[in-house]
């Protein structure tokens, strides 16, 4: 499975901005990841392909939306409220559609099967 990203971009603080992520086939869960320079990566929200339940990192909840549109296999991260702290290049990342990833493990990256390459979100103040 192939995940493309796209998106990104600069924007000021306040805005929103929304990425897309397309999978080549299928997964039991999407996820967006962001890593800041000299940070590890960290988790932004994931969701369920069924289902639809939604998982959120605690700083963007409120602020962040994850949604799914199944039958284009397409991933959503809509973000409103844009902080400078927002500031990373942004990663995709599947799960097979063979394995299923329990709550609390939505939100490590070695769960992932699949990676999109990063997309580059600046907010500037």
């Known amino acids: 499975v192939q995940l493309q990203a796209s998106g990104g971009g600069l924007v000021q603080t306040g805005d929103s901005l929304r990425l897309s992520c397309t999978a080549s086939?299928?997964?039991?869960?999407m996820a967006w990841f962001r890593q800041a320079p000299g940070k590890e990566r960290d988790f932004v929200a994931a969701?369920?392909?069924?289902?639809?339940?939604?998982f959120y990192e605690d700083s963007v909840k409120g602020r962040f939306t994850i949604a799914a549109d199944n039958a284009e296999n397409t991933v959503y991260l809509l973000m409103n409220s844009l902080k400078s702290e927002d500031t990373a290049v942004y990663y995709c990342?599947?799960?097979?559609?063979?394995?299923?990833?329990?709550?609390?493990?939505?939100?490590?990256?070695?769960?992932?099967?699949?990676w999109g390459q990063g997309t580059q979100v600046t907010v500037s103040s």
């Open positions: 086939g299928r997964t039991s869960m």
């Open positions: 969701i369920r392909r069924a289902g639809g339940a939604t």
């Open positions: 990342a599947a799960v097979s559609p063979s394995r299923r990833v329990i709550n609390t493990a939505v939100s490590m990256p070695r769960m992932y099967d699949y």
